[in-house]
């Protein structure tokens, strides 16, 4: 079927197009849900929403199980994946109504899927009945698909799905939701012109994150425990901390991204990947076991020939602390829990030395990575805004209009540009090789902040360096739930005196009671090609902490 809308049609009228279709989704959703307050009624914190409003038999699908458990009750047939279904569609109808994380409700489709699933005489597949949730610009398994990636220009856009879906759908998944990114699918938030703006689920009045700011909202009300994100700048990172889930950045090219739609196709400068959004640790290996096992490089050449084989460690961690950046002091609540998690680990035996960050002049990678984003100055993207006639978002001209570097470029400064990437990139693995007299004696990982702080207020998220350099070296990277803004704890100190505009833009920002219970979350990173080494590692660092 294809989808037809009008070019003489507004951009408010487009835009308009595409929630009635999201809402005639949520309209299919039965029984209905009752008791959700009006849209000016909510709750600051939308965690206690789900106890008034789902039965007692859907909470105890959505929360009492981790994801391995779930998948075996549903391999052994003690539930059916037609009731774990339509549990995990009312929840997420619900986190809809709670944070605007939905582009669509895949109702019928994931009903009519989870009947097939149930009719087979054995389960197939090693994600057998599970629901997985999707970051719209990916596309979608199915036929009438329609993709805006978040853009005016593309609503009504026909579209498929792609490589990974394709996978995940053999090994016997659900597809039933697809989420919100921002405009351009470039803002450490969740908002654009064409479904609004998601809110977080620990208080409305802050960022899910982003660019995969939807998913990390719905993970926040366990409307999924299993989602597919993607990353260029910290977009899977960013968004899981701010809602205190898990989040992995694999190194790019070992995932299949053939088939996403998003500005700035074919560019090789930067390179995005997709990677997996989850509620517990072990989503994330049961995601990249799944992904990798079709052996995807048979069929998309440029990923990298590499199957999934789990590492284990013959000694304890070597773990380097980044405490700050060299740009931007963390909020202390940050600060606590680095510190908190590095005296477990510690204690549980492992050698905890610092990171050294100034001597590495991040700032020089952000300058480096920010040109590299937009090597055609953002002309595309910015066509296809002026082709609709929808305005710029503030975080939209922050990316584009306001870093220096970003310009159109030649030929030869392209050159030039990725030249100085990879000199940047080998001085950084120097000082990683540094770090001990040879490669068995050096650090493991490094464990940092994957952001200054909790979640920011809104379109106050300016300042990408706590992800984005992982991006820039293409270092593997994962986040992880540590603690809680605790306005005791974390006092704001008040003789600090920042060290430059962006430091002093964040230090401001501070106040304890702002962030009172937003998640704080941590971020362990490996070198290059070692994404099962990072996952090990966070096991470690996990079990260090007194966790399973």
């Known amino acids: 079927m294809t989808v037809r809308i009008s070019n003489s049609y507004s951009w408010q009228e487009k835009a308009r197009w595409a929630k009635d279709k999201r809402d005639a989704s949520l309209a299919k959703v039965e029984p209905k849900l009752v008791g959700i307050p009006a849209a000016d009624s909510l709750p600051l914190s939308s965690q206690d929403m789900p106890k008034a409003i789902l039965t007692p038999r859907e909470l105890e699908i959505t929360e009492r199980y981790t994801i391995t458990e779930l998948l075996s009750l549903l391999r052994q047939r003690d539930i059916t994946v037609e009731e774990v279904t339509r549990a995990f569609l009312r929840r997420a109808a619900l986190a809809q109504a709670a944070t605007n994380c939905l582009t669509e409700l895949l109702w019928d ?165 997709a990677g997996p959004m989850s509620v517990d640790r072990e989503g994330l290996e049961i995601f990249m076991k799944a992904a990798l096992s079709a052996k995807p490089w048979r069929v998309e050449p440029s990923l990298t020939t590499k199957e999934w084989t789990p590492h284990s460690f013959t000694k304890p961690l070597k773990i380097a602390v980044q405490w700050w950046d060299g740009v931007v002091q963390p909020h202390p609540p940050m600060t606590r829990a680095l ?52 305005p710029i978002l503030p975080l939209t001209r922050f990316i584009l209009h306001e870093q220096p570097t970003v310009k159109e470029l030649s030929q030869h400064e392209l050159w030039k540009l990725c030249v100085e990437r990879d000199a940047y990139r080998a001085r950084y693995a120097q000082a990683w090789s540094n770090t001990g007299k040879d490669e068995d004696d050096e650090v493991d990982i490094i464990l940092c902040p994957p952001s200054f702080g909790a979640a920011t207020p809104h379109d106050q998220s300016r300042y990408w360096g706590y992800t984005s350099q992982w991006n820039l070296l293409d270092y593997p990277a994962v986040v992880f739930p540590v603690t809680t803004v605790d306005p005791v704890q974390d006092v704001k100190d008040l003789s600090y005196t920042p060290k430059n505009d962006e430091d002093r833009f964040v230090y401001d920002m501070y106040s304890p009671e702002t962030f009172k219970n937003a998640p704080v979350s941590l971020q362990i990173v490996g070198r290059r090609q070692q994404d099962e080494k990072v996952l090990a590692a966070l096991a470690e660092v996990e079990r260090a902490m007194g966790r399973k």
């Not at 908190?340 to 001597?359: H, I, L, P, Q, Y």
């Open 109 to 273: 489709e994931a009903i009519e899927r989870a009947r097939y699933l149930d009719s087979l005489p054995e389960p197939r597949g090693s994600l057998f009945g599970l629901p997985i949730s999707t970051k719209e610009h990916q596309g979608m398994v199915g036929s009438n698909i329609t993709t805006s990636a978040s853009l005016v220009a593309w609503v009504g856009k026909e579209h498929g799905s792609n490589l990974l879906f394709d996978t995940f759908w053999q090994q016997g998944c659900v597809f039933y939701a697809r989420t919100s990114q921002p405009q351009a699918i470039m803002h450490l938030e969740t908002h654009s012109n064409v479904f609004g703006r998601t809110v977080n689920p620990y208080n409305r009045e802050l960022t899910p994150g982003g660019s995969t700011g939807g998913e990390s909202a719905l993970l926040g009300m366990r409307g999924s425990i299993l989602g597919v994100g993607s990353d260029i700048g910290g977009s899977i990172r960013c968004p899981a901390a701010h809602t205190g889930v898990y989040g992995f950045k694999p190194t790019t090219k070992r995932i299949a991204t053939t088939g996403s739609r998003a500005a700035g196709q074919g560019k090789e400068t930067i390179s995005g990947c």
């Open 339 to 390: 510190r908190e998690v590095a005296e477990a680990c510690r204690k549980a035996g492992m050698e905890v030395v610092d990171w050294n960050c100034e001597d590495l002049d991040h700032k020089k990678g952000w300058d480096i990575l920010s040109a590299l984003y937009w090597p055609d100055g953002g002309k595309e993207i910015l066509g296809l805004m002026a082709e609709s006639g929808e």
